[in-house]
């Protein structure tokens, strides 16, 4: 490895103009290593652009966010979870609960709706957060404070809400939501699906959040040493907390949308999505050893799984050939960052 | 007959330090052989290139006369050297016999383990030894002495014909460490070559025959231990040379800064007390584990002292975090640069600027102008030699990480510095600014308490120097009265 100290000193000490290649060739190679998922991304929308007349069309690219919004925000929640050095298996069975307790109070079936409803819509979405906090902020004293492993406390999680969610429902669909509801599944606003325009705007508040904030920079901080950061005087505890909010809220939010699409929410919902948003957040670039990553890693790998997914699609692959596919982009997306790391 | 193990002109370096400049050591069959040097002589590097663990820069190691070159710990173990190492590395989940059949357990049937044969060798191994404890108990269920005990059965189990004792008493009581030296004493009778190292002096005059000093990475003599007294010993390891590099240039005054009464925390440290004034630089000195680093955990938050009272400027305090006692002024900079000072995956700048957020974003929002010019003052002030700000500080030599570390809490403008080791790893260029820095502080009118295992620095620098062994202080001694030979003297 070489110290940037000392090559600075190097490299005042050469020929101008060599010293002018020499930084070139050094700036070509930091744009691959750091922008390298973006190139990625380019290539794969040229090629499919190539490989098929549709691919570039308005439709099928709004098609494609629409794809893409629920995981896309399921993954920005597990991104500040994952940089403090954590990971978060419950949101799939979170995006399930949120979103039949959430629907409950936007239905208009007697059986389903919970005494009084359906009530006004702002209502059900704000329960719908609530519950996908409240379900972080259960999961986060227990590793921050109790330090039980992220993995085994997200993943009993996972488990007790998928039960939560059939003992609430039933064990029965909620169906029949109100068209305000719906409205956010399937609205448009200026001919862009309401769900993109969701997804764009949580997209922005997050990377301003984890780029911008103090709040983003204790995040980092204590995935890239927690010790550190609590001499620092960092509360660790209370960033470790945050981040499980966070990424469940945002499950709620995946909840909602989801129940919003198909019209009626499902105790089925959102099986296996956890995992989904753990590929775009590492295929993103984001280290699962914690400290380090961006939002916009987690914006383009959610995409690059979207604009595979469709891409595949288009050309007639079967969807089989798809999950075989996106598991070697995941592995290959790590082994990538593993010689960059090591290489740097 | 030749050595069982003879070394010359051994040199390593890390990255721009060097650790090993020119050791050199000859072990005789059927001798205890001390090495002996303070933090920072060398004594690990030269081990861990023995052991086969770091390659070695230059240098030559024969064995029993024949030049050899160890790549891996095995090769070295099948040379017949084997190491009890000073940090303990068993395998809690698994029984004694087990960690110390560890990789050649005897083969059973069917590609199994024959348990029964491995139990049983284990046992005799540890009853030879005089140690009583069970072969087939969990590693976990042992006492921290105990289990130095298995460490020390593993390592004889191998017969190798050189041993190395790295502080193989640090861990353990009297009557474990007088078992030892039953121990070591037939191994010698046995005609093996057994090398010691430690910190306790009267231990090395009980246990061995020859010793070997080095200091600062290289050789400064050797001999028979029956020839040379302890003060002779401690000046050869202390080195007579005063470095003139520490120029004093603060005078303490007569305002009281920090004050200390009582402070302990069981199993940690036991009523200590001292009070530092303003302008003052006050050292402490002691070995490690001797509650050097726990009286700064009290002080800053980071540990809940069970007695005791802390005053700053004059005002009772109690910190429950880190946080209260930076927004009091408090400031440090802790003994482990990589383990708590810094976040290597992290850029230089976001480093500089962690501590001080709250005040370079006084809205949530980072103001990354204000956070820039800061990083760009720290770096100029304290002459941190860096390419870019945004280049991880993983990058930067240990010298300038150090500088970092020293440079995101002087952002804070602090009006007490706690200093962990401030210039461990440090190179001596670094170290000089280092410690003209921490001069400018105390003269500025701030309260500096500083801990370090170097004697030469704390005698440059300090005004007093509180000694620690054992959990307590010993005694304080004035700058006029301290010398190296005192310090060492009180602290073992």
């Given amino acids: 490895m070489t110290h940037p100290a000392n090559r600075a000193q190097t490299v005042s000490e050469q020929p101008a103009a060599k010293a002018q290649r020499v930084d070139a060739a050094e700036v070509a190679k930091r744009i691959v290593r750091e922008y390298g998922i973006y190139l990625a991304f380019v290539i794969l929308v040229v090629v499919l652009s190539f490989a098929n007349k549709y691919f570039l069309t308005q439709s099928n690219i709004s098609n494609i966010l629409l794809q893409t919004s629920i995981n896309g925000v399921l993954a920005f929640g597990m991104t500040f979870v994952i940089i403090t050095g954590g990971i978060d298996l419950s949101v799939g069975s979170v995006v399930a609960l949120a979103g039949i307790v959430s629907a409950s109070f936007a239905t208009t079936s007697p059986q389903a709706t919970v005494a009084g409803g359906p009530y006004p819509v702002f209502v059900a979405l704000i329960v719908g957060v609530l519950v996908g906090s409240a379900s972080g902020a259960i999961i986060g004293p227990i590793v921050a404070r109790f330090n039980v492993p992220s993995f085994v406390a997200t993943l009993g999680m996972l488990s007790a809400a998928r039960g939560l969610t059939l003992i609430y429902a039933g064990g029965r669909p909620v169906p029949a939501l109100i068209p305000q509801y719906r409205w956010i599944g399937n609205g448009s606003v200026f001919g862009v699906p309401a769900p993109v325009v969701i997804f764009a705007a949580i997209f922005l508040v997050c990377w301003f959040v984890l780029a911008r904030t103090r709040f983003g920079r204790y995040v980092y901080a204590v995935g890239g040493n927690a010790r550190a950061a609590k001499t620092s005087g960092i509360n660790v505890v209370a960033v470790r907390f945050a981040v499980y909010v966070i990424s469940g809220g945002l499950a709620g939010v995946a909840g909602m949308l989801l129940a919003a699409r198909t019209g009626s929410a499902l105790t089925q919902a959102g099986i296996g999505y956890e995992l989904d948003a753990i590929a775009a957040v590492v295929i993103g670039g984001i280290s699962l050893s914690g400290g380090i990553g961006r939002m916009t890693g987690a914006l383009i790998g959610a995409l690059i799984i979207g604009v595979m997914n469709n891409g595949l699609d288009l050309m007639g692959i079967e969807s089989y050939y798809q999950q075989v596919l996106k598991g070697m982009l995941i592995v290959g997306a790590v082994m990538l960052d593993q010689r960059r790391n090591q290489g740097g | ?492």
Avoid at chain 2, 83 to 112: K, W
Wanted: charged share 25%; with cysteine.
């Fill in chain 2, 1 to 492: 007959m030749a050595a069982l193990l003879k070394v010359e002109g051994l040199k390593k370096s890390f990255g721009g330090v060097i650790a090993l400049r020119d050791a050199r050591f000859e072990l005789e069959a059927g001798t205890v052989h001390a090495l002996c040097g303070g933090n920072g002589a060398g004594k690990s590097t030269f081990l861990s290139i023995l052991m086969g663990i770091y390659r070695r820069d230059a240098g030559k190691i024969w064995r029993n006369g024949q030049e050899v070159e160890f790549s891996s710990p095995a090769e070295a173990l099948a040379s017949g050297i084997a190491i009890i190492e000073q940090e303990l590395s068993p395998i809690p989940q698994m029984t004694v016999a087990e960690n110390i059949f560890l990789g050649r357990e005897p083969p059973g049937r069917f590609g199994g383990v024959d348990f029964r044969k491995m139990n049983a060798a284990a046992q005799t191994i540890l009853d030879d030894l005089g140690f009583a404890i069970s072969s087939t108990r969990h590693m976990y269920s042992l006492s921290v002495a105990q289990a130095q005990l298995v460490e020390i059965a593993k390592a004889l189990s191998h017969e190798a014909e050189v041993i190395f004792m790295d502080e193989p008493t640090s861990a353990i009581g009297h009557r474990e460490a007088h078992q030892l030296f039953a121990v070591v004493q037939r191994l010698r009778a046995q005609g093996r070559g057994i090398v010691y190292v430690s910190h306790r002096l009267s231990e090395i005059f009980d246990v061995a025959d020859r010793y070997t000093v080095f200091r600062d990475g290289a050789y400064v003599d050797s001999g028979l231990l029956a020839d040379v007294d302890r003060a002779h010993l401690i000046r050869m390891i202390v080195g007579r040379e005063m470095s003139e590099e520490y120029a004093k240039i603060n005078t303490p005054s007569d305002e009281e800064g920090l004050s200390v009464a009582g402070l302990t925390s069981p199993g940690k440290i036991d009523d200590i007390s001292f009070t530092v004034r303003k302008g003052e630089i006050f050292g402490i000195y002691g070995l490690m584990g001797s509650g050097r680093s726990e009286i700064f955990d009290c002080l800053f938050g980071l540990d809940r002292p069970s007695k005791g009272e802390v005053k700053l400027f004059g005002k009772p305090v109690s910190f429950a975090a880190p946080a209260q006692a930076i927004a009091a002024g408090v400031a440090l900079v802790t003994e482990d640069r990589k383990l708590t000072g810094l976040n290597l995956t992290d850029s230089i700048r976001r480093n500089i600027s962690l501590v001080s957020l709250r005040d370079l974003s006084p809205n949530f929002v980072v103001n990354s102008g204000r956070e820039a010019k800061a990083s760009r003052d720290t770096i100029n002030r304290f002459s941190i030699l860096v390419g870019r700000d945004v280049d991880p500080v993983s990058s930067l030599s240990g010298g300038n990480q150090q500088k970092v570390v020293l440079g995101k809490w002087f952002l804070r403008n602090p009006r007490v510095l706690l200093l962990d080791e401030p210039t461990r790893g440090v190179d001596v260029g670094a170290k000089r600014e280092i410690s003209r820095i921490v001069g400018d502080f105390a003269a500025a009118g701030g309260t500096v308490v500083m801990i370090s295992s170097e004697i030469d620095e704390l005698l440059g620098v300090a005004d007093r120097i509180m000694v620690m062994r054992d959990g307590r202080a010993v005694d304080v001694l004035d700058r006029s009265q301290a010398t190296a030979e005192k310090l060492v003297h009180l602290s073992v």
